[in-house]
């Protein structure tokens, strides 16, 4: 196993664009760095999304690039929370008028959120709707758990709290391809997190399954995809493996290149598990993401693929504005994680923000095309047109016209549909990135990772 290059079948997963690797400091943009108060100004505020960011975790999988720390020692997480709550307080002070402003959807990610006590949990249940005004029990909130923190108490909370979609990170139910993920947990722990899930009684819940570990066979993972169908979930995400540079596995492997064998490995195990998720009642949403037919829903298709209106909070979140997305600093080795959420938990000044790209007209173009081909639903060529005043073929006929020869688009669709075929699916993560702009893909070559 190599970690992966840019080409092949899996070249990026594109759960947000502008990939953050692409975003600058803002002290050095022309503008400077903007004040929070007049980049939201003129924004509409009635439909926002709120995302808040925890950035601990127990264990760090082997195959985590995620903005994430080991442990917090010395009070940290205290520290981190007062600081989230000075964001909090200074954010909603930007966006001005309280009978403007709406929240539409929440969400706590990571890392790893019920890190957290329980008491803890109910502080940051606190800092979203009493700093921020989100009514967390009418509006869909999804919260991540691992299986070592779900725990009966920490549950409790999210369910008291609103809380109406949980997501586990299980990855195996194979013991010995956990190990191999360098994911140190045992079948019956899991087991157990997802009895007690089920008996907090939260609508929705999703379980992660990764293919292409090392070992895993046909058999294996049809062993991990059985044992996850009978907890039913309503939602199963199945991710491909990938090994990227500064994590656990990365340091493992070789330095660079392609592993074609690799790829056709992932590529019949993603086949192998779509066609027995369909042959379990569930439907595809999109690459990852399958639904049981006729579930609860708990707020839109994609959690991770969030539209112009979005409030994030903490080191590792984004916010997105029609113009700027923005955020903090972005690192993957530890020690640089470390000072980053140390600066973070230090701050007293959160009016500007820090880092981010302007988005301008193209890259939204760019941007709306992306989040909507990538849903097996596909994307009305109407509503495109509405937007921007033109048409999608206009605008990209390389890029489509290329997708279109290589068979990654439905023909079958229409012409008022523009959707991709199983086939186009398949190969999302080759497909996405190359709808990427040329001043973005410059932006991610220089970025140095770290």
């Given amino acids: 196993m190599t970690v992966t290059a840019s080409t092949g079948p899996y070249r990026s997963y594109v759960y947000a664009y502008p990939h953050k690797t692409a975003y600058r400091p803002l002290a050095g943009h022309p503008a400077g760095r903007p004040l929070l108060r007049e980049l939201w100004a003129a924004e509409p505020k009635d439909a926002l999304s709120l995302y808040l960011h925890i950035p601990f975790c127990e264990i760090r999988c082997g195959f985590c690039n995620l903005f994430t720390r080991i442990g917090a020692p010395d009070e940290l997480t205290t520290r981190y929370l007062d600081a989230l709550d000075r964001q909090a307080t ?142 039913r979930p309503e939602e199963l995400y199945l991710y491909p493996l990938y090994v990227r540079a500064l994590t656990g596995l990365g340091r493992q492997g070789a330095a660079d290149g392609a592993d074609p064998a690799w790829d056709e490995q992932r590529l019949r195990l993603y086949r192998t598990g779509r066609d027995h998720l369909l042959a379990h009642g569930y439907e595809q949403v999109s690459m990852r993401m399958f639904r049981r037919t006729g579930a609860h829903r708990a707020g839109p298709d994609d959690y991770a693929c969030q539209t112009d209106g979005m409030i994030g909070l903490g080191c590792g979140a984004r916010s997105y504005t029609s113009s700027l997305h923005y955020s903090f600093d972005y690192a993957v080795e530890m020690r640089e994680i470390r000072g980053i959420i140390d600066g973070f938990t230090a701050t007293e000044d959160f009016s500007r923000a820090e880092v981010g790209r302007y988005v301008d007209g193209d890259e939204a173009r760019r941007r709306h095309l992306l989040q909507a081909l990538l849903q097996a639903e596909g994307m009305p060529c109407d509503g495109y047109r509405e937007r921007f005043g033109t048409d999608p073929f206009g605008d990209f006929p390389a890029e489509l016209g290329a997708f279109e020869g290589r068979g990654w688009l439905d023909g079958s669709a229409g012409p008022g549909l523009l959707r991709l075929s199983p086939e186009g699916l398949a190969h999302s993560d080759a497909l996405g990135p190359e709808l990427f702009s040329p001043a973005v893909r410059a932006a991610m070559a220089a970025y140095e990772a770290k």
């Fill in 90 to 231: 200074a954010v909603r002070d930007a966006l001005g008028d309280a009978e403007r402003v709406r929240f539409a959807a929440a969400a706590f990610g990571g890392g790893t959120p019920t890190f957290l006590t329980a008491g803890e949990l109910e502080r940051l249940c606190d800092i979203a709707e009493k700093r921020m005004g989100a009514d967390l029990r009418s509006v869909p909130l999804a919260v991540e758990t691992s299986p070592a923190t779900a725990t009966a108490d920490r549950l409790g909370v999210l369910a008291d709290r609103g809380t109406t979609r949980i997501s586990i990170g299980v990855q195996s139910f194979v013991d010995a391809e956990a190990r191999a993920a360098v994911r140190p947990q045992r079948r019956s722990e899991v087991e157990a997190a997802l009895g007690r899930i089920r008996d907090a009684g939260i609508p929705v819940l999703n379980i992660d399954l990764i293919y292409g570990i090392d070992g895993q066979t046909k058999e294996s993972w049809r062993t991990s995809l059985d044992a996850a169908l009978a907890w």
